[in-house]
């Protein structure tokens, strides 16, 4: 029965049932965690043969450089040529970096900030610099443009990508710099950007000169159902209306390989591309070529990484959909909030009742269920509904999951019940 | 016999032999690179077994850590205490980065420049900030400030480290925000610096609140005759002093294992590493922790690293001493120059009479032989003498290192001659 039409007398009882039901799960110390886009171990074993992919004499890349010494900047042929694959990029627009791409984004903004792009003023030296940010979005996203003083303007996601009508209008503001974007399944909703979406991003014309769309294509191969959710090539559409500049493209292995020890890249214009190589030629010797190497020996091109990404989905399928079940058989029939059934990604965003959001968060917490902060998918950790949540299923085996989402479900029933009684 | 007491005549015939065997060396094709202080690849076979270091199911941490995943900020307890020992500093005072420790110094100018030091104005917004240089010395160091539109200020080497009197009188200017040092084996002079230095740096009192000693300790175990030229740790003798805040230590296995693949490292005051430490919760999820427990697993203790720096010495002193031979034997008898025997690092440093440095690096690259570019080891590339060489002993094998500075010796005694002539 829906719970917006229970009586008073009926919301009580409820709350009495899920109240000792939440108490016994208080009594089992439980201490699970959903908070974070982690593979599970069982995930990162599918990699293994990856440490002993180089090993001595065999250290050499295919053009003979000693993968051990100092050297090659922008990376080794071999993975700038799968990157090229994953891409849809000519390899020689591509940059291979260590193993953050999280890092390659928090240096592009530090590097319009303290010298500047293209010649425009380094953002450091402006009064009031603000960037876009999609929400819900990825926290981390958010964060290094917080850290750099940008501020933070929150535009609504919609099913088809960020609200372009409100995006269009932003930019006619000089001071604002950029966005961020998880174009394909996203962080945290699992939304492919519509064809329009990307079309209508590519035909931008931002008041800034150095307007930057930071693209991160962190799940650009990472499909639940072994079907690929088609995300048009912004780059393609941006070449077509002479905005390359514009774009930068990022994407890594961390949810390929092992996510501590994997290889980021980025892919942009010309222009880009040599901005930013002549930072690193001041920043570093060179990346951990060996690191490349190993990851080029597993994945000689693009096919060899979708049929490992299918290993990775049959582990995962099951995980989302104990989520999924879950939240369809325990909260739909009481009408409490509303959640999206992604294609890949790592999360499944449930929207809460108003209000909900964080009451829900504290009460797992406190029965030993750590999830993502209520808010933290917005800018400042500030949800204006207070309603989403980001769930991450990877981690945890499934028994554990299971118990997590019978806790969260009565967490998520207690707070609409308080809500509605208050 | 002397160049100096040559007569004209005598200079003119001596000329003429050099010329042919100048001409005869051109005839050669040679295609030598004594440029940079690159390991050699006898070198890097020592540390192969590195390679096998980490594989599955061995790649949990001492902790219980799974390396292959995400996060660990800071790095691993073990390597934590590696460079714990290696630096003489208590292992919470050490962060572990990435493969390269100019990286690490890059971003801590970065955070500088952008952000601020502890409540500072971001260097970026103000006028005309400076760096000292003690030249010669590094020039990726040099670079790093330039990049960031940082004057760079040189100061004169003095064989017991920079001219402390002019680093006194400099650091007055609140403009002067810090300092480059390589203490140990410097580069180019493999200079230690004296107690007398260390002291006085830590006895610095900049007009600079946020003045930073860019403390770059890249030779600090890498001795050439089994034996430490003690230096004086600076961090000791800042507490002493309460300006312990002054100074960032970094280092790196990259001249102890393989450069491309190594592992960096910096230790500071609690007050920088937490500093830093906040930047980089923004910046990425983690470091590669694979990478550095393969290098816990190879070195253990401090003990082991020597040990090892033992058998790179093995194989690097008779490339110096190839050098050191060639000089002696062939430049000091013309009293053609000085140089230096260092004790440990990666370098020899020619000093040529003045005006000569340029002219002679041109004479060996049109022979094939690379060197680093004269002037390379002052900011801008500008050596007010024209006189400093940096050469780098210990990427060529011997034999070809013999060829080299046959063809050196050479290019340094005609140089000289056409100086006499001129």
Same mark, same amino acid.
């Given at each position: 029965?829906l719970?917006s039409?229970?009586?008073k007398e009926?919301l009580?009882?409820?709350? /009495?049932?899920?109240q ?5 799960f /208080?009594? !089992?110390k ?5 908070s974070?886009?982690k593979?599970?171990?069982?995930q990162l074993d599918?990699?293994n ?6 090993? @001595?004499?065999n ?7 000693? @993968?051990?010494?100092y ?16 891409f849809?990029m ?5 940059i ?5 791409s999280? $890092? ?8 319009a900030? #303290?010298r ?22 990825y ?23 960020p609200?372009m ?7 006619k ?7 961020w ?10 939304i492919t ?8 991003m590519?035909?931008?014309?931002p ?10 294509n ?10 690929d959710e088609p995300l048009l090539?912004?780059y ?10 514009m774009?930068l ?5 961390s949810?390929?390989t092992?996510?501590? #020890? ?5 892919a942009? #214009?010309n !222009?880009?591309? @040599? ?6 030629s ?5 990346p ?5 190497l190993r990851?080029?020996r597993?994945? !000689?091109?693009l096919?060899?990484? /979708?049929?490992?990404m299918?290993? $990775? ?11 999924l079940?879950?939240l ?6 009481r009408?409490?909030g509303?959640w999206?059934?992604p294609?890949?990604g ?5 929207y ?6 964080k009451?829900i968060? /504290?009460?797992?917490k406190?029965a030993?269920?750590t999830l993502?902060?209520?808010?933290a ?6 949800d ?6 980001r769930?991450?299923p990877?981690y945890?085996?499934v #028994?554990?999951l ?14 609409a ?5 208050s």
């Open positions: 029965m719970y039409q229970m009586s009926q009580i009882a409820e709350q /009495q049932d899920l000792a039901a939440y108490q016994a /208080q009594q !089992k439980l201490c699970l965690d959903m974070r886009g593979p599970g171990a069982d599918l990699s043969e990856i440490l002993n992919a180089v090993a @001595a004499p250290y050499k890349t295919e053009n003979g450089t000693d @993968a051990r010494n050297g090659g900047l922008d990376g080794i042929d071999e993975m700038k040529r799968l990157f090229s694959e994953i849809g000519p390899a020689e627009d591509i291979i970096g260590e193993n953050s999280l $890092h390659m984004m928090f240096d592009a903004i530090a590097q900030v #303290s500047g792009l293209g010649g425009e003023r380094p953002w450091a030296t402006l009064e009031h610099v603000k960037f876009l940010c999609p929400a819900p979005g926290d981390r996203h958010f964060g290094v443009t917080e850290y750099f003083g940008i501020e933070n303007i929150t535009v609504p996601m919609t099913e088809t990508g609200d009508d409100i995006v269009e209008e932003l930019v503001d000089p001071m604002v710099k950029g966005i974007c998880v174009p394909k399944y996203s962080n945290p909703d699992g950007y519509s064809d329009e979406t990307v079309r209508r590519a035909a931008l014309q008041a800034a000169k150095d307007f930057r769309i930071m693209w991160d962190a799940y650009i191969v990472h499909h639940l159902y072994g079907k090539c912004l393609t559409e941006c070449k077509k209306r002479g905005t390359e500049d774009v493209m990022f994407a890594s292995t949810k390929i092992h996510p501590g #020890s994997g290889v980021a890249a980025m942009a #214009s !222009k880009n591309i @040599a901005l930013i190589k002549k930072r690193m001041y920043q570093t010797i060179g951990d070529k060996v690191n490349q990851h080029a597993m994945f !000689k091109n096919a060899d990484v /979708q049929a490992h299918e290993k $990775h989905a049959k582990l995962m399928r099951p995980k989302f959909e104990t989520v079940t879950a369809d058989s325990r909260l739909a029939p009408g409490i509303r999206h059934r294609n890949g790592y999360f499944i965003s449930y809460a009742p108003h209000g909900c959001a009451r968060v /504290q009460l797992c406190d030993g269920l993502t902060p209520a808010g998918t917005y800018p400042y950790g500030k204006p509904d207070d309603s989403n949540i769930i991450a990877t945890p085996p #028994s554990e299971q118990t997590a989402m019978e806790l969260f479900c009565i967490a998520a029933r207690l707070a019940i308080e809500k509605l009684l």
